[in-house]
């Protein structure tokens, strides 16, 4: 379960098993996906959005309790968390998780509207939900990797947590913050580091993503 450190919007450290013994970054096969590997520190760079898995159990970070079947040859229980970075530092990174609170976005009963953004694929317009007031943060538009599917319209960036995240992590690659937009980002996440968050760990335990289907070729 995840847990917070009192006043501060911090999360567990997430960290992987990769060392000298294991294949390089060059040699990235694996079970479940081959685009989940180790990358090197240059990749985490501020804007980058990834998706981070890893097989359930008692140590695992509750913000999917849903436990998905991924299928690459052999089955594994796994849980899925997308994360945007938001402060790359020598041996590891702050990212910030991205949820849709069951598709509800802001409306979920104990979210705490201010500390979040809309995120949303370029191409595509940033959506409110109806009823859903607007947010003081503007949306953050992300260009998604070739192949992958637009995210979700209850898509919000929850910038009161963050986790510091190792580079010896296997991640997928999701997207990118435009350049001109990672400055925004970047003061977003400041601001309510600088303070306590507001919202109750429990909301933020019980948060998922959900997909969404892709756009149809134009």
Not at 57 to 84: E, K, L, W
Not at 93 to 102: G, K, M, R, S
Not at 188 to 200: F, I, K, L, M, R
């Amino acid at each position: 379960m995840a847990q917070q450190v009192p006043n501060k919007g911090k999360g567990l450290t997430i960290g992987g098993t990769y060392s000298s013994t294991n294949p390089t970054p060059t040699s990235h096969y694996e079970t479940l996906d081959p685009k989940f590997y180790v990358r090197p520190r240059s990749f985490f760079k501020e804007g980058k959005v990834i998706l981070f898995t890893e097989a359930a159990g008692t140590t695992a970070t509750g913000y999917n309790p849903c436990i998905s079947v991924v299928s690459y040859g052999q089955s594994v229980h796994t849980q899925i968390r997308r994360f945007i970075v938001v402060r790359a530092k020598r041996e590891f990174c702050f990212a910030c998780p991205i949820f849709t609170y069951n598709n509800q976005g802001t409306l979920k009963p104990g979210v705490r509207a201010k500390e979040h953004a809309i995120a949303y694929t370029v191409g595509r317009e940033p959506t409110l939900l109806p009823g859903e007031a607007t947010l003081e943060k503007s949306p953050i538009p992300i260009v998604n990797v070739a192949g992958e599917p637009a995210f979700h319209i209850a898509s919000r960036i929850y910038f009161g947590i963050h986790h510091p995240i190792q580079y010896n992590v296997k991640v997928k690659e999701l997207g990118d913050v435009p350049p001109d937009w990672v400055p925004t980002l970047r003061q977003y996440w400041t601001s309510e580091n600088d303070q306590a968050t507001g919202q109750d760990i429990d909301v933020t335990a019980s948060a998922t993503y959900d997909a969404e289907t892709p756009l149809p070729p134009t």
